[in-house]
């Protein structure tokens, strides 16, 4: 998946917790989210501000669905809570997607 079909994709599932996200999709939608909120940063703190709210569904929406399509229920993102415990998040993001369906789903198709 390229980066700006990961972001529509992920804008279009603005609020959708269910099925998986491959790991292409979430990584360039987390470069995307940076690279917005480091501008808006730039700009004035209230931007920063709407920017972070406006990205805060999607962002927890993209990382459930990342679980998801390794087998991981969503609530594993509450790791990100503890401090040095969210590295196993980290580490279970970067994980290769499971080929065969899972209880979440189909895996998710790669756009050519």
């Given at each position: 998946?390229?980066?700006?079909?990961?972001?529509?994709?992920?804008?279009?599932?603005?609020?959708?917790?269910?099925?998986?996200?491959?790991?292409?999709?979430?990584?360039?939608?987390?470069?995307?989210?940076?690279?917005?909120?480091?501008?808006?940063?730039?700009?004035?703190?209230?931007?920063?501000?709407?920017?972070?709210?406006?990205?805060?569904?999607?962002?927890?929406?993209?990382?459930?669905?990342?679980?998801?399509?390794?087998?991981?229920?969503?609530?594993?993102?509450?790791?990100?809570?503890?401090?040095?415990?969210?590295?196993?998040?980290?580490?279970?993001?970067?994980?290769?997607?499971?080929?065969?369906?899972?209880?979440?789903?189909?895996?998710?198709?790669?756009a050519a």
């Amino acid at each position: 998946m390229d980066f700006m079909t990961a972001v529509k994709t992920c804008f279009a599932k603005y609020a959708d917790f269910s099925g998986r996200a491959s790991r292409s999709e979430y990584w360039w939608f987390v470069l995307f989210e940076v690279i917005v909120l480091v501008v808006a940063q730039f700009i004035h703190e209230y931007v920063y501000l709407l920017a972070a709210l406006a990205f805060l569904l999607p962002a927890l929406a993209a990382g459930a669905r990342r679980l998801h399509d390794i087998g991981k229920s969503g609530w594993f993102l509450l790791l990100c809570i503890i401090p040095l415990v969210n590295l196993y998040l980290i580490y279970l993001m970067v994980q290769p997607s499971q080929p065969e369906s899972n209880s979440f789903g189909a895996p998710p198709t790669v756009a050519a």
